[in-house]
């Protein structure tokens, strides 16, 4: 008897041993020298970096299909393509000025905007000043105004009187119009009284102001000007409703008045507590905020790894490989760490799993690998594809989302056998178990948890495309190296990245799809955590 349990035990033991045998043999085909070889081509300068549309993105794509077709894995985008077209436009702010007394003002080198509004045509419209552009119980910018079809010039903040109290919140701690972005607090006032636009006097000095607006124009030329969005989709609340921000050097100008008359003003706020104006009649001005439209033409690249017997229920695999492309000074960003080393990340786990179909290996789940557009203009490929899935939303176990994972932040210098890790937990437990014991078991990096904590002030678990799919209730896991001194610039190159530790993250997305697709449940969501 006692013989014939050592030879059970001996086989299970076995069957153990070998059952991981199976895995190993496969995730060791992941290697540092096969991702650099992708990365070489997807971050090079030929590549333009990969800007979301630009032909050269195309390239990109391109590359990826073709690699997804040499693994095997069938194509099912449009067209029984391995590409799903994302519908995106491009709106510029092509030309946009103010114009008074002969005199004209432009956008990024005289004022600044915090919203606009296409003006296509040169428009005269009435100027109606309106204080601080408050209405409250305690403080009211609009009594016995009419401002219907007009503009309101207002001051930026809100007044605080000489005890050091502000009057709005009767305390020494401003009210919600004192906060950074209490312009959309005055929007929703004026354009409940008919105003259809706003001129903000900003609260800094005029030199401060220049620097600022130098500041957003030197932004503006680093990221470009340009929005993507989905054709289809809805302007935003204030986009009917121009709200421009002015120095008052400017402010006086318009009012053939000086600086000092405009702070004599504000003063009259504090010892009057009442609405104050310049003494001088409403101006009127020209405004001209012109907006062009060009379609976009790109795609999310996708590779479908069909399971046995459990084929209905997919895992996907994702990785976004657009990137910010050409600076205006002409620098190409290769984008090789962001997110080129995500993106053949997903290309060698998939080339992994599609080895192992070959051999006659394939996963009980299906799994979908997937790199994405446009997540530098907003996550907008992979909330393309969860607002038109290919496969459903509700038989889709879960995401493994790697953005950034070949290089090392200053946290972790000459440590790089790390990767962190946010949002296993948020939906399942069983995922984030599963990843623990698939991390020991196997590659043994370090998972650092320090941006999983939902008051982290860089928020990452809402900046990447896993974000889309757990906004929709699937668990995710996110792959991240944390932020360099090359994030976003020409310098992220090839040349930086640590393919080693690359090599260990692909291992581990691998051993963990792996382990998700085979077994017998499918991973519970049973947690809701922020």
């Not at 109606?128 to 403080?139: H, P, S």
């Not at 990767?419 to 590659?443: C, F, M, P, R, W």
């Not at 928020?459 to 699937?474: G, Q, T």
């Amino acid at each position: 008897m006692r013989k014939i349990l050592f030879s059970a035990l001996a086989l299970s033991t076995f069957v153990q041993v070998n059952a991981q045998k199976v895995p190993d043999k496969f995730a060791k085909t992941i290697q540092a020298e096969d991702l650099k070889k992708h990365l070489t081509f997807i971050a090079s300068d030929s590549l333009k970096g990969r800007d979301t549309g630009s032909p050269e993105q195309k390239v990109a794509a391109q590359y990826i299909a073709d690699h997804f077709k040499k693994c095997g894995l069938k194509p099912i985008g449009k067209d029984n393509s391995y590409f799903q077209p994302v519908d995106l436009v491009k709106r510029t702010w092509t030309d946009v000025y103010l114009k008074n007394g002969g005199k004209k003002y432009e956008y990024l080198k005289d004022f600044m905007a915090n919203s606009l509004a296409p003006i296509q045509n040169e428009k005269n419209v009435d100027l109606v000043f309106a204080g601080y552009g408050i209405e409250t119980d305690k403080w009211n910018d609009y009594v016995n105004l009419n401002v219907k079809d007009k503009y309101v010039i207002i001051f930026e903040g809100e007044p605080k009187g000489q005890d050091g109290n502000f009057p709005v919140s009767g305390t020494a701690e401003a009210s919600k119009f004192g906060k950074a972005d209490s312009w959309r607090e005055k929007l929703k006032i004026a354009q409940a009284k008919g105003a259809k636009g706003m001129l903000m006097v900003t609260k800094n000095t005029d030199e401060e102001f220049l620097k600022m607006v130098k500041q957003r124009q030197v932004m503006m030329q680093r990221f470009g000007s340009a929005r993507m969005i989905f054709r289809d989709q809805a302007e935003p609340s204030a986009a009917d409703f121009p709200v421009l921000t002015i120095s008052s050097a400017m402010a006086a100008e318009i009012y053939d008045a000086t600086t000092n008359d405009v702070q004599e003003t504000k003063d009259a706020f504090l010892s009057g507590k009442k609405a104050a104006d310049f003494g001088l009649p409403n101006p009127s001005i020209a405004l001209k905020i012109e907006r062009t439209e060009v379609p976009v033409e790109t795609s999310n690249v996708l590779g479908y790894l069909e399971g046995t017997d459990k084929k209905d229920e997919v895992i996907v695999v994702t990785a976004h490989y657009d990137h910010i492309g050409v600076s205006a000074d002409g620098q190409i960003n290769n984008g090789a760490n962001d997110d080129g080393s995500g993106t053949v990340t997903v290309m060698e786990i998939a080339e992994a799993f599609g080895l192992a179909a070959k051999a006659g290996k394939l996963p009980r789940r299906s799994i979908l690998f997937m790199t994405v557009t446009g997540e530098e203009k907003g996550l907008l490929g992979s909330e393309y594809y969860v607002n038109h899935p290919i496969l459903p939303l509700d038989k889709t176990v879960c995401d493994l989302n790697i953005d950034m994972v070949g290089r090392v932040d200053k946290d972790h210098e000459g440590k790089p056998d790390y990767i962190y890790v946010i949002g296993s937990d948020k939906l399942s437990s069983e995922l984030h178990a599963i990843q623990e014991e698939q991390n020991k078991k196997t590659v043994n990096l370090e998972l650092d948890y320090r941006f999983n904590d939902p008051n982290d002030p860089n928020r990452f678990y809402y900046r990447s495309d896993h974000y889309n799919f757990a906004k929709n209730k699937i668990p995710v896991a996110f792959f991240f190296n944390g932020v360099h001194d090359d994030y976003h610039a020409p310098t992220d190159d090839v040349e930086k990245i640590q393919f080693d530790k690359a090599e260990k993250v692909g291992r581990l997305v691998f051993y963990m799809a792996w382990d998700i697709a085979n077994r017998d449940k499918r991973l519970v969501v049973d947690s809701n955590k922020p």
